[in-house]
């Protein structure tokens, strides 16, 4: 232990009890990584704060120590974000995993941030409620607000930033503010809640958290519709949203994924780009929804499209869809995952696939497509040796054609999984003069470029 | 014209042509007042660019001179936003009135700011797609986006900052940039449209706005409904929310506002409170959402409801609702409206209208409430006499109480007119330390305060 540790650890010792401080190895090595391809990196300190008032001295600390802090939820970024490249301190929020408060005539609750997405959703179905946003992982709710995560129902319901009603956040010297209020809407002020959800632990560290939820929707139907091309399939979820239909979740698998999934869980699916569907709302409107949607499928070439509303037979009906990721991943023991995350304006969306498929062909690579097609957003999934440098620059290569396609369609280089330090390298390219804004609020609000520095904004004179 | 003025206007000559530059005593009084009850004060000049390089040149002259500038759509803003108390110049975007381009496939179009919104409307219908935002006034869209708008279909498709996917923004220093890109969702980079919009001219100029746009619903029932009490019909309303029912509209009139509309437009329509609501969708599920409304607002106490599904029926049914505003101003002539503007959390709802209205029977002037009930927004409009300094007083002091009841409750102290000059007061009461956070934004993008200064923050050391 270097003399610089020591005194961090002195430090916060003067505020925390010794069991919420580790320079444990084992537990520094658990927080260098998160469950992607990016290099690992440990902290020099773990604390594991209880309170706000935690937070805030620790925030203090590092402060008048210069010490780069990083912000962890459950380590399941994708693209670094959790990573400390600077070392300094890295604050688990597992201790504060409580729902505060449901306030069922609100919609809303109110959760710490160690919250995960299922323990909520656990709570909230005693209330008839949920919380939407859904991301692969099971994240905390922290996490996925540091991050603007979303998932398969984002089409519906939205992203995470807008189901953040407020947030209590602790600035970079250890100050607690809040960024919102508990009503509907609000014309009062800057939009820090917009501002704070997605800056990736870069802007200040959230405490607690007031989100909007919904009530379980009275009726469910669920469809997988099969496709002779993907083109087909696409152009089929452009019809359904000009139709005005609103679809809770529309998820495309390519055939390739098909296969894997075939291959690994011993399914007999039809190999075939497949379209995963499905509908809240009322019974009489879903049954019209449901016929209108068939319609416009049958119109783009569907082959076979099959429907359920019973609970389990959805989720059935789904399998495929929920399996993929860890068809991959146990079907490839030994490679690492590496996924690609543009979103792409719908119009441009059954080109961007089909570019995506056949470099992702031309290359080699053992991998698939998947999307969130209804928003645009769409992954190749890479299976990738970490080991073998051709294909590590293979894959590399191939990320940056699908970031430079999206880009040059005015889309995105990331749709939901952020920027950390994967796709830090484009947002120049992204944001053009918009990212010296970015910079100015970095430096206005953390001075000494000590939250997650480097994430998001690099800034040139580094006072980490 | 003093020396100073001679100044800003030679300079401004550099790029503009003469036409495009007015000192014009007349126009100088357009544009030095809004539709609230705010004082008046000129601009010195008043210019009417034509593109975004115009816009361009104009804040690089204005950072020279270090001359306040602020941006003016149609003047139609409620807190005295657009009025220049520190003089200087105002940018009127009349000019900048062009609709740009309609991405029907991605229910996207590009315009510039001073497009309005029946303007679009009227476009859009080309198309079978509407724009959802419609404040009371016809607002350009520009002006809507500076105080994040909303209206009466805000409850199903959100405000303002919801539609905005692209901003092009000029900065202080005359710098082009934009602020997001045509995909459906991102997590990259800080969310620069969510800062723009709301920012109320204080940070930069729009120059062209990408908006979400939605098709022409199916099928539209609209309904009418009286209750015995307010709370009777608040209540209803957040059991008609909390039953998931995807209401479009949802907009609560008072038994004063009633009475003063039929003593105006010579209808009879029954005088109790009333909800006036809307439904959006597919014909079958209307018809089961309309069923299950009906049952809700009996068990609330109803005693009539309503509906019409015909356009022009509809219309004529929500007539009462249409009229309001114009029934208090022409019912009372030669008096000003003053309008309060709290958002609650909807538990809190029914209480803050009870409360409203005691307050604005106890203080004996003329008004009544309405509001957008579904998200907790509620207005009380009050029609006073300026020239009578006690009743000025009255409802000034009315207007904060409600103001500091919504704010006690974690409400906002304003839901949809923004802050400009009259909500300023109640920005540090309403965000504590984030209104410091505001403060080192305001100074990271705008350091001379030449963007309009002393809207919703007010800087120590004005530059401006």
């Known amino acids: 232990m270097n003399i610089m540790v020591e005194n961090i650890v002195e430090a916060l010792s003067e505020h925390l009890e010794q069991d919420q401080i580790s320079i444990n190895q084992t537990i520094r090595e658990l927080h260098g990584k998160d469950e992607s391809y990016h290099s690992i990196s440990l902290p020099d300190v773990v604390v ?14 590092a402060s008048r120590l210069k010490v780069p802090v990083v912000p962890f939820g459950r380590g399941t970024s994708l693209e670094g974000h959790v990573i ?5 301190i890295t604050i688990d929020f597992s201790l504060m995993d409580k729902i505060l408060e449901i306030r069922e005539n609100d919609l809303l609750v109110k959760v710490q941030p160690g919250v995960t997405r299922t323990q909520l959703n656990k709570e909230l179905k005693k209330y008839g409620l949920f919380f939407s946003v859904d991301p692969g992982a099971d994240a905390t709710l922290g996490g996925m607000a540091a991050t603007n995560a979303s998932g398969t129902t984002t089409v519906k319901y939205g992203v995470m930033r807008d189901q953040v009603r407020d947030l209590e956040v602790v600035l970079a010297d250890g100050t607690i503010m809040h960024t ?14 917009g501002l704070f959800v997605g800056s990736e632990g870069t802007l200040g560290c959230f405490t607690e958290l007031t989100l909007k939820v919904y009530g379980i929707p009275e009726f469910t139907t669920a469809a997988r519709a099969t ?28 055939e390739s994924s098909i296969r894997q999934v075939n291959h690994f869980s011993e399914t007999d699916y039809a190999e075939k780009p497949t379209l995963f569907l499905e509908f809240h709302g009322n019974e009489a409107g879903l049954t019209q929804d449901v016929e209108f949607t ?3 499928v049958k119109d783009h070439g569907c082959d076979d499209i099959q429907f359920e509303t019973d609970n389990t037979a959805r989720t059935k009906l789904w399998d495929a869809r929920h399996n993929l ?6 079907g490839n ?9 543009v979103c792409v304006p719908i119009s441009e969306l059954a080109d961007a696939v089909i570019f995506a498929r056949q470099e992702l062909d031309a290359i080699g690579l053992t991998g698939g497509l998947t999307g969130h097609v209804g928003d645009g957003n769409f992954h190749a999934l890479l299976m990738i040796d970490m080991n073998n440098p051709e294909e590590v620059l293979k894959a590399q290569n191939y990320n940056e054609k699908i970031v430079l396609y999206a880009l040059e369609r005015k889309g995105t ?41 480097n994430k998001i904004v690099k800034l040139e004179s580094d006072g980490g």
Chains 1, 2 share one sequence.
């Open 48 to 61: 594991f704060p209880r309170s706000a008032t935690d937070v805030s001295n620790i925030m203090k600390t």
């Open 84 to 88: 400390p490249y600077e070392n300094g």
């Open 180 to 193: 919102g209020n508990l009503a509907a809407k609000s014309a009062s002020g800057f939009h820090l809640n």
């Open 227 to 254: 496709f002779p091309t993907v083109k087909n399939a696409v152009e089929a979820v452009t019809s359904i949203l000009q139709a005005g239909i609103p679809i809770a979740r529309v998820e495309l698998v390519d």
């Open 294 to 296: 068939q319609e416009i």
């Open 325 to 330: 990721a860890y068809a991959y991943i146990h």
């Open 333 to 341: 023991v030994g490679k690492k995952m590496m996924v690609t995350d």
């Open 413 to 453: 280089c990331t749709g939901e999984h952020g920027v950390g330090v994967g796709k830090q390298k484009y947002q120049a390219a992204e944001h053009g003069e918009a990212l010296r804004i970015m910079e100015k609020i970095k430096v206005a609000l953390d001075p000494l470029n000590i939250l997650n520095p």
